[in-house]
Nanobody
Framework: QVQLVESGGGLVQAGGSLSLSCVAS????????MGWFRQAPGKERDFVAA????????LYADSVKGRFTISRDNAKNTVYLQMNSLAAEDTAVYYC?????????????????WGQGTQVTVSS
């Protein structure tokens, strides 16, 4: 069973930064597209960013473009999300996900495996 474990969430003031990590196990990590999603209370799970196998292609939601950066280290089975200029509307539980497909897709249903999430709270 593939396991994804997120870390790095917490409480930060508006304008601050956080870096999330997601470590994958029991998977050939380099063969998976990796994505980050987020879900605020009472809202649907929204796409944040995705990165392809080799890390040379990325996709971002418009709401985070220019502020967030997704990256991966296949040697460490880890995907990262660097979040800068955080705002109150970024408050959510952040999930990483793995997709066995070959394309960068923003639709949650495309992804095969999910982590349990990490809470990010931005105070204004």
């Amino acid at each position: 069973q593939v396991q994804l474990v997120e870390s790095g969430g917490g409480l930060v003031q508006a304008g601050g930064s956080l870096s999330l990590s997601c470590v994958a196990s029991r998977v050939t990590f380099s063969r998976y597209v990796m994505g980050w999603f987020r879900q605020a209370p009472g809202k649907e799970r929204d796409f944040v960013a995705a990165i392809n196998w080799s890390g040379d292609r990325t996709l971002y939601a418009d709401s985070v473009k220019g502020r967030f950066t997704i990256s991966r280290d296949n040697a460490k089975n880890t995907v990262y999300l660097q979040m800068n200029s955080l705002a109150a509307e970024d408050t959510a539980v952040y999930y990483c996900a793995a997709d066995r497909g070959a394309f960068l897709i923003a639709r949650p249903s495309t992804y095969d495996y999910w982590g349990q999430g990490t809470q990010v709270t931005v105070s204004s």
